[in-house]
């Protein structure tokens, strides 16, 4: 819930100073303060010093109960409800286009199932990439985050549809048996170094996009929600300790996996079973590492038709994220916008007795805490 504090001053004839304080309490693992100032007059004209980056809908019924002058202002706040200026790193980056078509662009969502600012379209030196942002370097980042502090073009979220959060990286690169559930639901033992795969990254869709059945060549479709990693600078051979200056994010990320061609075919290679027409359904966002207090301690869920069938915790990982990054850096160059699928805790289908399937029709959500959900039907 939000404990709202109101401190009154300064009242007198022209008008009067209101100060709120935010604390989202919330999520037991992290705490989001922000604040903001509005001075109003006494024809009731608001201007708006700092935004609120949150404030839900009892907040806003709070307020409106308070001064119905304060209510038109709240509201105001509320639909362009910008991120606090110190609180401007913590961003959720997605990719968008209006729900009547049109250019891709590049926004910032304000909160989880939140309004979008329209970065890219605010400042035209800004890609409408997140992979070309990414490579772009640390002066588009502090462009991104004075639009943000600023709340400009604001996007409802219902006059948008949600893209892929990043497209056409470098790499997709992915880790099996990572989770230690994960070894023991099939009764293998735990590895003693990361085994990688890897995904083509033409398969990546949106969050809640169709994934296809391909009827004519599986019959054994599998799911599995994994977080994934997002890079943000280049490296080589990265030191252990200095890994995660090289992360930009976190998103959501669904392996969908023919089973029957991951181990019955292609010479026992997984790449075939794991990279068929939109297999990679990710998002809603990729949310910044500071945003994230600790990402080995976020609870993982995926459910089919509205039946849960996962639920794990990254501290359950074998290898850590520092050690996948510093460990896959040895091998090859870590680019921006590379992203890679950390792996996926115990409830798959194949491993239940009998084993379950997908079937066109079906309905995956996929969710992280403090992350997003995806939604995706098999069709």
């Not at 588009?140 to 409802?156: D, L, N, P, T, Y």
């Not at 079937?359 to 098999?378: A, H, Q, Y």
Request: proline share 5%; with cysteine; charged share 20%.
């Amino acid at each position: 819930m939000y404990v709202i504090f109101l401190n009154w001053k300064h009242l007198r004839k022209s008008g009067f100073h209101c100060y709120l304080s935010i604390c989202h309490l919330e999520n037991m693992l992290s705490l989001h303060t922000c604040s903001a100032l509005t001075k109003i007059n006494s024809a009731g004209a608001c201007t708006v010093r700092r935004n609120l980056s949150r404030l839900s809908a009892a907040g806003r019924k709070l307020l409106k109960s308070s001064n119905n002058k304060l209510a038109l202002s709240a509201d105001k706040v509320c639909s362009s409800a910008s991120f606090h200026s110190s609180a401007a790193s913590n961003m959720r980056f997605v990719q968008f286009q209006s729900v009547n078509g049109g250019p891709q662009r590049l926004g910032v969502q304000l909160s989880q199932d939140g309004d979008i600012i329209d970065v890219s379209g605010v400042n035209s030196s800004i890609p409408n990439s997140l992979v070309k942002f990414l490579q772009a370097g640390p002066a588009h980042h502090e462009k991104a985050k004075r639009i943000v502090a600023q709340g400009q073009s604001v996007v409802s979220l219902s006059e948008v549809k949600l893209l892929p959060p990043i497209t056409r990286p470098d790499k997709v690169v992915c880790v099996g048996l990572n989770y230690r559930d994960h070894c023991e639901e099939q009764n293998k033992p735990v590895p003693t170094e990361p085994v990688f795969f890897s995904k083509f990254s033409s398969v990546i869709v949106g969050p809640n996009d169709d994934v296809k059945y391909p009827k004519d060549i599986t019959k054994c479709l599998d799911w599995e929600v994994e977080l994934a990693v997002v890079i943000g600078t280049k490296g080589k051979n990265i030191r252990q300790g200095n890994s995660m200056d090289h992360v930009f994010g976190f998103t959501v990320a669904q392996d969908i996996t023919a089973r029957d061609w991951q181990k019955g075919h292609n010479g026992g290679q997984w790449l075939l079973g794991k990279s068929m027409d939109t297999f990679c359904p990710m998002g809603p966002c990729v949310i910044t590492k500071e945003a994230i207090p600790d990402p080995h301690d976020l609870v993982l869920r995926s459910w089919v038709n509205g039946e849960q069938k996962q639920q794990g915790n990254s501290s359950n990982l074998v290898f850590k994220i520092d050690f996948l990054v510093s460990y896959l850096s040895n091998f090859v160059t870590l680019l921006p916008g590379d992203v890679i699928l950390t792996g996926t805790p115990s409830g798959v289908g194949v491993f239940r007795k009998p084993p379950q399937y997908l079937k066109p029709g079906d309905v995956v959500e996929s969710e992280i805490e403090g992350i997003g959900r995806l939604r995706n039907t098999i069709v």
